[in-house]
């Protein structure tokens, strides 16, 4: 079938189109309408549907394949591997629910898991997911703060958690983080479930505090059922940034997003029932989500956890699992590909990956030169693919499951089914022309799959991402981008004040609150820099209260590692003693940006001083 034709049938009825696709998932009871749209931008899929997303990703395939393997779980901090059948995996899915009912956890309920890349990550989202009680994961590199404001938001009954994480054979303790997010937090969850890996010791908080194997050793033979949900009931909560400090949980459904991924792992990354799916990602976040756990689950597929640097043992880890699992299908970052890239290639070459038919890559902009590179190396197609935390899974791309279309070097691809993707130019609100610079914005109702809202903040989705078009309402990505005469899309970066970092989404507001709570910084300004490796990294300018007091860039870097995490520490912290701003106020962050990067800064005509560019410019001398 011609791609085209698929696209235009799924924008222009788009009932009948999801009507069809939601036949690729079970239901419990089925829907009475296929989309509500009577309330835009809320759009509600599936009206009336009853399903459960570990019921698609587990119980459905006991019967089929249950002695074929479900989940594959290696670590090679530890040196472990755990191969999890899909009946084995249901029985330890019951276990957790088990517990996590035992622990007082009732549908609706939040539980927040922060945990390392281990099994029972997923056994815990999965628990969730049986019973209705709503996942919010947070990422591990996270560190106090920022749990201790996804606490308050998500108010969890129940957070699970490990003693430590690892990384590149050193323990990174989690408790003690944990502990100081609780303290830290105003609302306090009554019970703190933990995974003790005999990394790191643990202090344990009498009456809040539980056992993971103790609890476990009473629960293993449990049965519990599924949960049927409503489509429209809320599955889990994923924090993101933003333009303000405070992260915005994106909340997803069940049917939506069930029947979103089972189409995505069919059209797009063509799995099969019975393969492996290997995707790179962390379950702290969106891709780990969709594509460690839930998609190729649904999709009847094995997927491997992997715990470990793309380098350690050797640089050929990666391609080891590959060969041994015959992985088919493989997900991961340009970051990653460009570390590989630089080491010997006799590590990469030495395993047959005759398996693997195809790489996606996606989370931040794919370059030519690593594209290039990996497509001859790999000899396999490489597939972009754009997407966001808001929308779970692809936006642009190329479904090869569909056409053979071709690739473009530099683009993510074309607009991916049910997504009415529009060019906007920011000044004149008209739609852009091929080649014309402009705003990535969708037309809604956004398809299945796509964020429900902003958890416990419906003001904040409609007033953050929604602006009205005549008749219709447009979503903005905040990214800028083009599109070629033949529908291809090029990413530009973001309209916003959100970098990227090797992937990972981290808003500079964030990290300039984190450095202000220094006792010595009066002032500070965060921009994401091009880097060569990581894509983009944070660069801190700051203005000391006290030039004298001996505050070193170190101090500054330890704030952000103790608050936020080492993932959103910034890779040099300048002082000086003068920030650009307009004379409203108003930081100048695209000016500072762009000095960093060797470019002119722009237009600076509303500059209250001048001078405070030139600092910028001789602090990186
Ligand atoms: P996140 O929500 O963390 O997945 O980050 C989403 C943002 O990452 C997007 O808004 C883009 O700015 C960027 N991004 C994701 N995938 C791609 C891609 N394939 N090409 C270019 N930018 C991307």
């Given amino acids: 079938m011609k791609y085209a034709d698929f696209y235009q049938r799924s924008v222009v009825t788009p009932e009948d189109f999801w009507r069809d696709e939601a036949a690729l998932i079970d239901w419990n009871t089925p829907f009475s309408q296929v989309l509500d749209y009577s309330r835009p931008p809320f759009a509600r899929w599936f009206v009336g549907g009853k399903t459960n997303l570990c019921h698609n990703a587990v119980d459905r395939w006991c019967a089929t394949q249950g002695d074929k393997p479900a989940l594959i779980a290696i670590s090679t901090e530890t040196n472990t591997e755990r191969s999890y059948s899909f009946s084995e995996l249901h029985v330890e899915v019951q276990r957790w629910a088990a517990m996590m009912q035992a622990l007082g956890v009732r549908k609706g309920d939040r539980v927040l898991i922060y945990m390392p890349m281990i099994a029972e990550a997923a056994f815990a ?167 460690i756990v839930y998609g190729p689950l649904i999709a009847g597929m094995a997927t491997i956890m992997y715990e470990g640097l793309p380098i350690c043992p050797d640089p050929g880890i990666w391609w080891s699992i590959v060969e041994k699992y015959r992985v088919t299908r493989m997900f991961s970052a340009p970051t990653a590909i460009r570390v590989l890239r630089k080491q010997q290639p006799e590590y990469m070459r030495k395993h047959d990956k005759s398996s693997l038919k195809a790489l996606y890559l996606a989370g931040e902009p794919l370059d030519e030169t690593t594209s290039s590179w990996i497509a001859s190396e790999l000899g396999v197609p490489i597939i972009d693919n754009y997407w966001q935390t808001e929308t779970g899974w692809p936006i642009l791309s190329i479904a090869k499951g569909i056409e053979d279309a071709p690739t473009k070097l ?76 033949d529908g291809y899309y090029f990413i530009l970066g973001r309209t916003d004040d959100v970098i990227n970092v090797a992937g990972h989404r981290l808003g500079t507001r964030e ?95 509303t500059i209250e001083d001048p001078a405070s560019l030139q600092q910028i410019q001789r602090a990186l001398l």
């Fill in 125 to 291: 989202m999965l628990a969730c997911a049986r019973i209705g009680a709503v996942h919010s994961v947070v990422f591990g590199g996270f560190a106090a703060n920022s749990l201790a404001s996804r606490i308050d938001d998500a108010k969890p009954a129940l957070i699970v958690s490990a003693d430590a994480g690892s990384r590149n054979g050193k323990p990174i303790p989690y408790k003690p983080l944990l502990d100081e997010a609780i303290s830290l937090a105003s609302s306090k969850p009554a019970r703190v479930l933990l995974v003790d890996r005999g990394l790191a010791p643990m202090r344990r908080v009498e009456g809040r505090d539980v056992d993971y194997a103790a609890l476990n050793a009473a629960h293993l033979a449990a049965q519990v059922p599924v949960t049927w949900l409503e489509s429209n009931e809320p599955s889990y909560i994923l924090y993101t940034s933003g333009t303000t400090g405070k992260p915005k949980g994106v909340q997803r459904d069940v049917g939506g997003y069930a029947v979103a991924l089972a189409a995505s792992m069919k059209h797009n990354f063509c799995g099969k029932a019975g393969e492996t799916f290997f995707a790179t990602s962390d379950i702290g976040w969106v891709v780990g989500h969709s594509y």
């Fill in 511 to 605: 990290i300039e609150e984190s450095i202000t709570s220094h006792p010595n910084v009066s002032e500070v300004a965060v921009v994401g820099v091009e880097d060569k490796l990581k894509g983009q990294v944070a660069v801190a300018f700051a203005i000391l209260k006290d030039a004298n007091a001996g505050t070193l860039e170190q101090d500054v870097m330890a704030v952000v590692d103790r608050q936020l995490g080492a993932v959103a520490r910034p890779a040099r912290v300048y002082f000086v003693t003068q920030l650009p701003k307009t004379r409203s106020g108003k930081l100048l962050r695209r000016s500072i940006q762009a000095i960093c990067e060797g470019r002119s800064p722009g237009d600076v005509t």
């Fill in 410 to 485: 530099g683009s993510p691809g074309v607009a991916m089914y049910g997504y009415k993707v529009k060019l906007i130019n920011e000044t004149t609100g008209d739609a852009c022309a091929a080649n014309e610079k402009g705003v990535v914005m969708i037309e809604g109702p956004l398809p299945p799959g796509c964020m429900q809202t902003v958890y416990g903040d419906d003001a904040r989705f409609v007033d953050t991402y929604w602006t009205r078009n005549g008749d219709s309402v447009l979503y903005s990505t905040f990214d800028w981008g083009v599109r070629d005469a």
